[in-house]
Each structure stands twice: as structure tokens, then as C-alpha cells.
């Protein structure tokens, strides 16, 4: 079967188990935020030449398979996603998300400290897209809520911890860069 199916070719798409709807339909931009999210940490994985960086950044894409997945999928057809083996996004991955946090925090000695100028090294650019790409999915899956639709609170949470982290290390990565005083 070819990509090229030609059923998107008059404005509509399929959200998981067939269900039509328009590409302009707030929960195909939700995940598709998602979806750019995720080609971004891409980017930042493959420039990332620190496996602190990049391990974390692996398991994270592979987190958002599962919440972009929940996001393709219509609020009636869940029992049936779930039922057949998918998982959906859980307090454990916001969890596992704040361990990181806190570590960095704790550990690597990387604070909030205001706002940071992007550019000062590939990596930290990336990481900064990747962090605003992350907070437009996060108000993309707001808006889907507000829009009536019923929305794991959990995708929410997950993104907020997610785009707080994409900003530590992104000036973990400039601490990193910085010559010794």
C-alpha cells in the first residue's frame, strides 16, 4: 500500500479506527503539535553529542508516540484503544518527567534563572524550539479541551513538565559550553 492514499486530498483526514474529520478539526492540530514536537526533539537528538541529552531525549519521543496516539483518537473509540493494547498517557511519565527536572536541578546545578536568549549553541537552539513547539501543542491540547472534547488531564501535565525541561537543558547544554572561570 502506498503513503500517497489520496483520502486526505479534499481536506479530511482519519483519526484512529477510521472516524473522518477535517484536517482543520482541533484534535488533528493537537497531535499534529505533537507530531512537530517530536521531529524537533529529533534535531535535538541527533546533534546532541551528550548521552544524558540524548538517552533522555529517546525515551521522550517514544513517550510521545503514546500521547499522540490518546490524541488521534476519538473519546468514544478510547475503550477500544486501550482494549487493544495501547497505552495512554499516565502521572508515571509526568513523574518520570520531574525526576529529570529535579535531578538537573539538584544535581547538575541548572536553575530557572529568567528568560534566555536561544542561539548560544545547536543543541540549547534546538532544545528552545523544541520547548516552543512543546508549549503551542500544549495549548492546542487546552484548546481541544475548552473545545468540549474530553482530554486526558494527564497530556496536559505532561507537556507543561516537558516544555519546563527542554529549557533546563537547553542551558544544561550552555553550562556544558562554557569555558571554566
Known sequence: MSIATKTGDAGETSLMYGRRVPKSDPRVDAYGCVDEL?????????????????????????????????????????????????????????????AVVDDLEKNKLVNFKGWAIPGSTMVSAALDIARTTCRRAERRVADLGA?????????????????????????YVEKLQQPEA
Open 38 to 98: 517530536n521531529a524537533a526533539l529529533g534535531l535535538v537528538r541527533v546533534t546532541a553529542n551528550d548521552p544524558f541529552i540524548a538517552d533522555h531525549v529517546l525515551a521522550i519521543q517514544k513517550e510521545l508516540i503514546t500521547v499522540m496516539g490518546e490524541l488521534a483518537t476519538a473519546p468514544e473509540d478510547l475503550p477500544r484503544y486501550t482494549k487493544d493494547g495501547y497505552g495512554l498517557t499516565t502521572a508515571s511519565m509526568v513523574d518520570g518527567l520531574t
Open 147 to 171: 473545545s468540549g472534547s474530553q482530554v486526558n488531564p494527564e497530556i496536559l501535565r505532561y507537556l507543561n513538565r516537558l516544555s519546563d525541561l527542554c529549557w533546563l537543558l537547553g542551558r
